[in-house]
């Protein structure tokens, strides 16, 4: 028998990496445990979207913030 599942990663919401993309195992059978494995590698959650280790940063008052890029750029130019 051949069956389609679901399986879940983790891509960031700025450059669009996923997050186990060199890794043994790519994706997961859910999204609570595809968070947690790219939580433990640095990821972040901000806003609720998800970012990698390099597309967020720490501000002078010790909170996350993403970094500025062409997404962010193109966000605001929409408004
Ligand atoms: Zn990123």
């Given amino acids: 028998m051949i069956e389609q599942i679901t ?5 960031c919401d700025r450059c669009e990496i996923t997050a186990f993309q060199d890794q043994e195992d790519t994706a997961w059978d859910s999204k609570e ?5 790219a939580e433990n590698q640095g990821w972040e959650k901000i806003n609720e979207r998800h970012y990698c280790p390099g597309c967020y940063e720490i501000d002078e008052e010790d909170e996350l913030v993403v970094k500025a890029g062409v997404r962010i750029y193109f966000e605001h130019k929409a408004k």
């Fill in 33 to 37: 445990a595809a968070w947690e494995l």
């Fill in 7 to 11: 399986m879940y990663t983790i891509r």
